[in-house]
């Protein structure tokens, strides 16, 4: 598995950077670095914001962010994620 080097604060600001870094997590099927980059940007994000872009529910994001539950998104969710992030 890759390992990644954590990012800033400064830097988790930036959701085309955090979209690339999740496309990275995807390619290397590394789904743990997935939803910590995520989540942290989420932490700094507007979550109202970003689920309205993504067509998501604001509640789907954070299920993504609880590590109570279970990690398995659908493709759908990650894909309008990502696009939302990269746009």
Do not use: Q
Request: aromatic letters at 4%; proline letters at 5%; one cysteine or more.
């Amino acid at each position: 598995m890759t390992e990644h080097v954590p990012f800033s604060s400064h830097e988790l600001k930036n959701p085309k950077l955090v979209s690339e870094t999740l496309l990275e997590c995807i390619k290397t099927g590394d789904l743990e670095s997935f939803r910590d980059v995520l989540s942290a940007h989420l932490v700094t994000a507007n979550k109202m914001h970003l689920a309205k872009k993504a067509g998501i529910g604001r509640r789907t994001l954070y299920d993504i962010m609880d590590p109570k539950k279970k990690f398995n998104p659908e493709l759908s969710t990650v894909s309008a994620v990502i696009r939302a992030l990269a746009a």
